[in-house]
């Protein structure tokens, strides 16, 4: 099992910067990427950013290229997502998943992650 801790969530004004973290617990070494997914109200969930522990392979969606950036601490077992340049349709739950994705053309597939935080509210006012 990995256990992962979400923080830094909050409310921003369009423009602004948040940092969220991922915190990973557990038995880590069986999982190879992890992810920052978000969910709006009334919209599926979406993948914005991953990571593979070894850092050569990095994804994020059109909608933040240029905006987040994600970061991996692996001596911490932390993963982080700066999100910079906050636009309210950044308004959602976002949550970190963690998953042995051997193919990692599917690095932003939902159903390829099993672990999942509990999620951060992150609200961008305008």
């Known amino acids: 099992q990995v256990q992962l801790v979400e923080s830094g969530g909050g409310l921003v004004q369009a423009g602004d910067s948040l940092r969220l973290s991922c915190a990973a617990s557990?038995?880590?070494?069986?999982?190879?990427?992890m992810g920052w997914f978000r969910q709006a109200p009334g919209k599926e969930r979406e993948c914005v950013a991953a990571v593979t522990w070894s850092g050569g392979t990095t994804y994020y969606a059109d909608s933040v290229k240029g905006r987040f950036t994600i970061s991996r601490d692996n001596a911490k077992n932390t993963v982080y997502l700066q999100m910079n340049s906050l636009k309210p349709e950044d308004t959602a739950v976002y949550y970190c998943a963690a998953g042995d994705i051997p193919r990692l053309g599917r690095i932003a597939t939902m159903t390829e992650y099993d672990y999942w935080g509990q999620g951060t509210q992150v609200t961008v006012s305008a």
């Open positions: 557990g038995r880590t070494f069986g999982t190879n990427v």
